[in-house]
């Protein structure tokens, strides 16, 4: 044993996380109680080890101590409920240290953990909490720091959807073969939003934010371990790659947000570019790429430009279009706007808005706004264009995003009187 | 995504104790606020002669804000579905209004 920082056991415990939570729940059952033991023991683990050292097989000490403390935990919920038996206690935790012939590899467990607490019964809310906790290892402390909210909260919320977990009665194996690709995209969907949520994030919480969209990456990445053939896992840890390489250059040193044309492309972050571009055609060889893989590839040619000018917009709009195919979504058809417009004027890129006005799922929104915005902008049409961005100002309720749309519609005026 | 639950009522604390008691529960509850009685507002506001301070506040009589609480929840269907259970049965009137965030995801 030697000592170790708090960084190296952090990490070490995070890792380890999802292989003894399944271990654990494998051997005893009950889920919700192998997830407090799993967390008690990483407890105890990030007390000990920086300064005693880490012990020889980590995950072996990991599965003792949490068992010990679930045949407690079983043992007095058990005398709660006034019965005689203890049959946990009878189990020695020795006994699976060594796991037998028949026991499915580690991954197997990792992957059933992320479908079990992404489970439709849950709200979206929960899924990601409750996927930060057993999965990712975090305490409910840094997920409820990562989100804001006080911790008695996130702990009720926790436990809330392991109550529902329990009552769906949904066993600890594999889904059937014919619910996995849903269970999938839940899965992909969640981790997705704890990237969104950490990358959104400005540099002032930064200091105090557990770093949502790196633990959202190494999610991804062990996903990606567990499935090398699925486009989309693929498609979604290059799109974070992607992503998250233009960090440095998302905001200035006033905290305002810098929009992407007009980034400090020497400040993205070159390994992490080549890596998710490798991703990308990894991804289309997978087969027909799916949502997740179209949006990273946009983003790699977005990445691989010098300059707004030089992208290939044209190329982004097929892609958009490809997209607008499989979703019905209007934001995808907002961004197919604005590369027609880069590449074939403003003009072209306003006819495409115009349906989009009628579209309910439009009208609370401030994203066509912005667009249209824009694209007048572009237009030199400087009335109508602050006329919109005060319309996003007004209705985003994203606080760096008024600050950037009442900007621009300042400079705007500005300029026009 | 957070929403303001404003609870308007003519003094009842019931209504702030159902968000205190259900929001808590549903593990969506960020804060709570619960305001003194109206009498002790006072309201400031320019008038030709500049600046006014009057006692009470601008809210009609019946309607006052007795608490606002905080939440943190799935979507703005949900936020609305929570007010709906909480003033149900009851005098009085909640208003769900998001509240500007670092992400802001009202939309989408």
């Known amino acids: 044993m030697e000592s170790a920082s708090d960084a190296v056991v952090e990490r070490l415990l995070r890792e380890h996380t999802p292989h003894v939570l399944g271990a654990l729940t494998r051997r005893f059952g009950h889920f919700g109680t192998a997830e407090d033991a799993v967390q008690e023991a990483l407890l105890a683990a990030s007390r000990q080890w920086p300064s005693e050292g880490i012990p020889d097989s980590p995950r072996g000490w990991l599965i003792t101590v949490a068992s010990r403390r679930m045949t407690d935990l079983l043992r007095s919920e058990q005398a709660r409920r006034r019965r005689e038996d203890t049959v946990a206690a009878q189990v020695l935790p020795e006994e699976f240290l060594s796991p037998g012939a028949d026991a499915p590899a580690g991954g197997d467990d990792t992957l059933i953990l992320l479908y079990m607490c992404c489970h439709p019964a849950l709200t979206v809310d929960a899924q990601v909490a409750l996927t930060l906790r057993a999965v990712g290892g975090l305490t409910t402390g840094e997920v409820a720091r990562a989100f804001l909210v006080p911790e008695s909260t996130m702990g009720q919320r926790i436990s809330r959807a392991k109550q529902r977990i329990r009552r769906s009665g949904q066993p600890f194996r594999m889904p059937p073969e014919a619910d996995r690709p849903a269970r999938l995209a839940a899965v992909l969907h969640v981790l997705y939003l704890v990237f969104n949520e950490g990358h959104t994030a400005t540099s002032g919480d930064a200091l105090t934010r557990t770093d949502l969209s790196g633990e959202a990456i190494r999610l991804t990445r062990m996903l990606r371990g567990l499935l090398p053939g699925d486009g989309e896992v693929t498609g979604l840890l290059a799109l974070m790659l992607l992503t998250d390489a233009r960090r440095g250059a998302r905001v200035d040193a006033r905290g305002d947000l810098v929009p992407l044309g007009e980034q400090d492309r020497t400040l993205w972050n070159r390994g992490l570019i080549d890596e998710g571009t490798g991703l990308v055609t990894e991804a289309f060889a997978a087969g027909p790429p799916g949502p997740y893989s179209l949006q990273a590839a946009v983003a790699a040619l977005h990445d691989e430009a010098d300059s707004a000018e030089t992208t290939d917009w044209e190329q982004i709009a097929a892609l958009y279009g490809v997209l607008e195919g499989l979703q019905d979504n209007p934001m995808v058809t907002l961004n197919r706007a604005i590369a027609v417009a880069m590449a074939h004027g403003p003009a072209a890129g306003l006819a495409l808005l115009a349906p989009l006005a009628d579209d309910p799922r439009m009208a609370r929104g401030h994203r066509l706004h912005a667009v249209r915005a824009h694209l007048w902008e572009m237009a030199g049409d400087t009335d109508a264009a602050v006329e919109s961005y005060r319309s996003a100002a007004r209705m985003t309720t994203s606080i760096p995003e008024r600050r950037y749309l009442d900007r621009k519609a300042d400079i705007l005026a500005g300029r026009a009187r | ?108």
Do not use: K, N, Q, W
């Open chain 2, 1 to 108: 995504m957070r929403f303001a639950l404003l609870a308007y009522a003519e003094a009842a604390p019931e209504l702030t104790d159902r968000i205190r008691d259900r929001l808590t529960a549903s593990g969506e509850l960020v804060h709570l606020v619960e305001l003194a009685d109206g009498g002790h507002t006072r309201t400031l506001s320019t008038g030709a002669a500049g600046v006014l301070a009057r006692d009470g506040e601008l809210d009609e009589p019946g309607r006052r804000l007795v608490a606002f609480g905080i939440v943190d929840c799935e979507s703005y269907d949900r936020a609305t579905h929570l007010a709906a259970r909480l003033v149900s049965g009851l005098p009085g009137a909640v208003a769900v209004r998001p509240v500007m965030t670092t992400t802001g995801s009202l939309d989408v």
